[in-house]
């Protein structure tokens, strides 16, 4: 059964930080490209940042440009995100995806609120 968690939301002030994670079990992750999307009120899903399957590779929205951080662990079986100097409208339920061709998962998503 494949399974996508993340974890690490919450509510942080602007200028804060957060680490997301996302831990996959049922597939071959390692085989897999990973990746963050976000999804505000009203707002279509966004591609936040994407990691190839060993991590040699990323690509992250310009918002998220020098703010944001997407790294793996393959031994884990893991995806992170850092997210540092957060600002309000970084307000979202964020979502990890795992990619291997036409072949893809969602997770359940996590809530970040950035609010003062």
């Known amino acids: 059964q494949v399974q996508l968690v993340e974890s690490g939301g919450g509510l942080v002030q602007p200028g804060g930080s957060l680490r997301l994670s996302c831990l996959a079990s049922g597939f071959p992750f390692s085989s897999y490209a990973m990746s963050w999307y976000r999804q505000a009120p009203g707002k279509e899903r966004e591609l936040v940042a994407t990691?190839?399957?060993?991590?040699?590779?990323?690509v992250y929205a310009d918002s998220v440009k020098g703010r944001f951080t997407i790294s793996r662990d393959n031994a884990k079986n893991t995806v992170y995100l850092q997210m540092n100097s957060l600002k309000a409208e970084d307000t979202a339920v964020y979502y990890c995806?795992?990619?291997?061709?036409?072949?893809?998962?969602w997770g359940q998503g996590t809530q970040v609120t950035v609010s003062s």
């Open positions: 995806r795992a990619q291997w061709f036409v072949r893809g998962y």
């Open positions: 990691i190839t399957t060993a991590g040699a590779s990323t």
